[in-house]
């Protein structure tokens, strides 16, 4: 017969608050570790390994129980973390193009891109920023110091949109940006007036359209729309998707004017009008969130508009949307 060869796996059991307890009260009364490691059932080399890895810094304080689980608990924690950015010469590239202006997510697509570096994604560059690298914090487009998860708002209400339409229904021509006319439509406020701007832009070209409001009234924001919109041909006012916000409770009123129709995201799901969002965030690069909208006039949000409708986008293949949007005029 042949002997099994094969050895027993030994499962490691980590140490017990009771056995830390244990060994202190061994300590305290002058046991030696083997001593301890017989009554514990344990290994003597765990012993002396748990007294050496937490034994206190202060030569007058002799093992503690409670700390030292305190302390191994803190490094089982952090044996768990995965690196971000194992690589220093990635972590080098991702640094020098946030400091020029590029986002996480155009940084881990230029890797894959070039191929000379290892492969991220922009979770994993956040990540890293947000816990290694918080001194590049203020390079990122939002710039936020403490990161903030979809659907976390405090207090959550039913919408009080009258005749609210959900995005659920919105064409499908339109949810593909297959035809041009859909809009989206938000605001920009701050605290430090009472004023605000309207922002609204075409899905399909990107092509934005800035205004002033006096404040963020229904009234101001139905003005604005019509303001913004009444004069374009009307195979380019299809409809417009809007947030939950109060300054929209008059879409109706607008839609008879313009002839479109009105959709909304669902509560807290500002990404459902991805566009206009971030079209906010490179208005925000010229008019961060402490801006006072009182003192910027309609022309200097002219300029803007502008500079955002002839920027070239990647998306339009590196049109800008202003010849974009010339194309759906013509169309």
């Not at 991702?94 to 230029?110: D, M, N």
């Not at 947000?130 to 487009?141: E, S």
Request: hydrophobic fraction near 30%.
């Amino acid at each position: 017969m042949h002997k099994n060869t094969v050895k027993k796996t030994i499962s490691y059991r980590h140490l017990t608050i009771t056995e830390r307890e244990e060994i202190a009260i061994g300590l305290e009364l002058g046991q030696g570790k083997r001593e301890i490691a017989r009554r514990l059932n344990r290994d003597v080399s765990t012993i002396s390994r748990e007294c050496s890895r937490n034994q206190p810094k202060s030569n007058k304080v002799k093992y503690r129980a409670h700390q030292a689980h305190l302390r191994s608990q803190k490094r089982q924690k952090e044996s768990h973390k995965r690196d971000r950015l194992k690589s220093e010469s990635t972590r080098h590239y991702v640094a020098e193009k946030l400091q020029i202006g590029w986002t996480p997510e155009l940084i881990s697509g230029r890797i894959r891109h070039e191929g000379a570096l290892e492969t991220t994604n922009y979770e994993s560059i956040y990540q890293w920023i947000y816990r290694d690298r918080r001194d590049l914090i203020p390079c990122l487009p939002r710039a936020h110091r403490k990161r903030r998860k979809r659907g976390s708002a405090k207090y959550k209400h039913a919408s009080k949109i009258p005749n609210r339409v959900p995005i659920e229904n919105r064409p499908e021509l339109a949810n593909t940006r297959q035809e041009f006319g859909h809009w989206e439509a938000d605001t920009a406020v701050s605290r430090q007036s009472k004023g605000a701007i309207s922002v609204i832009v075409e899905r399909t070209t990107r092509f934005v359209k800035i205004c002033k409001l006096a404040s963020k009234s229904a009234l101001n924001m139905h003005d604005a729309l019509i303001q913004s919109l009444q004069s374009e041909p009307q195979h380019l006012r299809k409809s417009i998707t809007f947030d939950n916000g109060t300054e929209n409770v008059l879409h109706v009123a607008v839609d008879e004017v313009l002839g479109t129709n009105s959709f909304f995201c669902q509560p807290y799901h500002s990404w459902e009008k991805g566009s206009v969002e971030q079209t906010i965030g490179l208005v925000r690069r010229t008019y961060p969130k402490k801006t006072d909208w009182d003192l910027v006039s309609q022309q200097d949000l002219d300029i803007i508009q502008f500079s955002l409708n002839h920027r070239p986008r990647k998306c339009l293949n590196f049109l800008s949307p202003a010849e974009a949007y010339a194309v759906a005029l013509a169309a």
